[in-house]
């Protein structure tokens, strides 16, 4: 036998079923703290990193791994930094800003590396994704003993030139993973290849420790290892 539900009750209820599906992100993220809610356990939930593979929706010539893409980051984040203060008079602290940009994907360790496609279908998923993000970070540090909270809590807070030079270092570092996939003859990247580089291309118009880089070193990445071994001889 079957009830035909006033009209109100099916709005109610789809709203509900909606309001759920945003939230189940952030109350799993909360279930599965409070299982590791131990001190001395935030080293081991770093160490994962590694378990995670990016670009899951792509046929990839080398698997990369979240600890791969936070290692690059940080390296590219660095001579960002660098670049600003010996080519154009800035100051950045470039240890901290290489540090802040290895632990910039952390809280993947617990969401998986969630499409871009994917993060930005909609509003409400930008802003579900976000939220997610946001209590994984806040409980990072509840892993750690006292003494050491205030140290780490300051590795996931980044000022506003630090978040610019990290997220130009992560864009890149994707970039350059298009330019090494398409150099094997993976076209799985090609639309991936056209989409970063015109990113890059807006990034560099404001950000000149970018644009430097690109121009200087990005080169480098279409070279064979045994050109990359040459000696300068003039």
């Known amino acids: ?21 945003m939230c189940i992100g952030e109350y799993l993220v909360k279930m599965l703290y409070r299982e590791l809610m131990m001190d001395n356990n935030f080293f081991a939930l770093m ?3 590694k378990y995670i593979h990016r ?3 792509m046929r990839s010539g080398v698997p990369e ?18 670049i600003g203060n010996n080519i154009f008079n800035k100051s950045y602290d470039c240890d901290k800003i290489g540090m802040k940009a290895l632990y910039h994907d952390a809280p993947e360790i617990l969401t998986g590396d969630l499409p871009t496609p994917v993060k930005n279908h909609s509003e409400k998923m930008r802003q579900a994704y976000k939220s997610i993000e946001s209590a994984a ?22 000022s506003p030139d630090e978040k610019k030079l990290v997220k130009a270092a992560d864009k890149l570092c994707a970039y350059i993973k298009c330019i ?18 015109k990113n890059i291309e ?17 080169p480098g990445f279409y070279l064979p290892l045994d050109t990359l071994k040459q000696e300068n001889r003039s």
């Open 47 to 49: 160490f994962r990193m």
């Open 1 to 21: 036998m079957q009830y035909d539900f006033p009209e109100i009750f099916k709005k109610v209820f789809t709203f509900q079923i909606k309001y759920a599906i």
């Open 202 to 218: 807006e990034m560099c118009a404001d950000i000149d420790e970018l644009k430097y880089f690109c121009d200087n070193f990005l």
């Open 137 to 158: 970070l806040e409980r990072f540090s509840e892993l750690l003993p006292s003494e050491l909270k205030e140290t780490y809590d300051d590795v996931f807070k980044l």
């Open 180 to 197: 090494e996939e398409k150099r094997c003859g993976n076209s799985e990247f090609d639309m991936a290849f056209v989409t970063v580089e």
């Open 65 to 82: 791994s979240l600890s791969t893409h936070s290692a690059e980051t940080a390296i590219t984040a660095h001579a960002l930094a660098a």
């Open 55 to 57: 670009w899951v929706l």
